[in-house]
């Protein structure tokens, strides 16, 4: 018997290496999956809001070409609806400001499933044919 016997280290490198990389490798596919799930979730964000900002789109210029909307204080002017990649969003309005005056101020507020999304402060010009010129005074997500 040797005293300085190296059979079995070769062994025992190998096994430390496995269960390093192991370690490191459980740790990637963790990092992995958070990621993939954070994806998911901000892909149904974004239909959300992209349904929210294409349905107020709509119907800005909805009201753009019915002048009744938001006209003399109508509330609510409109209900619009739009459904873009399965997502349906609601556009309500209401008039703001004094319905005497010549432009209309229009207030409206975007929602997904029953949750506001995205509003919308909005002033018409004083047009009396279609299309009314706007001008949009603030656009704010909503969380």
């Known amino acids: ?85 399965g997502v349906t969003a609601t556009v309500t309005c209401v008039s703001v400001g004094n319905p005497l005056n010549s432009d209309r101020r229009v207030l409206f507020t975007a929602s997904v499933d029953g949750v506001p999304r995205v509003e919308t402060d909005v002033i018409f010009d004083g047009v009396t044919t279609p299309p009314s010129p706007a001008s949009v005074l603030s656009w704010t997500y909503l969380r």
Do not use: W
Request: hydrophobic letters at 50%; charged letters at 15%; proline letters at 1%.
């Open 1 to 85: 018997m040797k005293l300085r016997d190296e059979d079995g280290q070769a062994l025992l490198i190998a096994l430390a290496f496995l269960a390093f990389f192991g370690i490191v490798i459980a740790a990637i596919l963790g990092f992995a999956e958070a990621s993939v799930r954070t994806t998911t979730n901000l892909r149904e964000q974004r239909s959300t809001v992209y349904a929210a900002d294409g349905a107020m789109d709509g119907a800005i210029q909805y009201a753009r070409m019915h002048l009744e909307a938001g006209a003399y204080g109508a509330n609510p002017c409109i209900t619009y609806s739009a459904t873009l990649n």
